[in-house]
């Protein structure tokens, strides 16, 4: 099973329509089961630094494939992951905002949105992985 750019155009206009209710606007970035970009938006007033932070969210969800707040509550000091941001040329994001995307029970990709704070990431991100 892959992410289609179907898909990802559904997750992403998911993500954008919470974003848009909340008042914050959002990059949302989808990519594949090999972590490759699939499709990214940034809405209109979006930040640029959160381009990329986008797409590393949804990379490192899919790469490790675990919602990057639950990665970072286990990369704390003394978390069973402590330090991993540091891995991987330092792309690896540890807070929330990135999502595994799940069909039939197989990762398949991940979405990853920035852009707001770390509890509006999440929420949007929530909003446009139920979306697949």
């Known amino acids: 099973m ?7 155009r559904r997750v992403i206009a998911a993500g954008e329509e919470e974003a848009t209710r909340i008042g914050q606007p959002m990059n949302v970035a989808v990519v594949d089961a090999g972590g490759n ?46 330090g991993i ?9 540890i807070f929330a905002g990135g999502i595994p995307l799940v069909r039939d029970g197989a990762v398949i990709g991940a ?9 509006q990431d999440q929420r949007v991100a929530e909003a446009a ?3 697949l």
């Open 129 to 131: 992985a139920a979306a």
């Open 37 to 82: 970009l699939v499709a990214h938006v940034r809405q209109d007033g979006a930040w640029i630094g959160s381009v990329d932070i986008s797409i590393s969210k949804a990379w490192t969800s899919r790469a490790f494939d675990i919602a990057t707040k639950d990665l970072g509550d286990n990369a704390q000091p003394g978390g069973q992951f402590f």
């Open 111 to 119: 979405v990853g949105v920035s852009g707001g704070s770390g509890e």
């Open 2 to 8: 892959i992410v289609t750019l179907e898909d990802a």
């Open 85 to 93: 941001h540091t891995t991987n040329g330092g792309r690896v994001a």
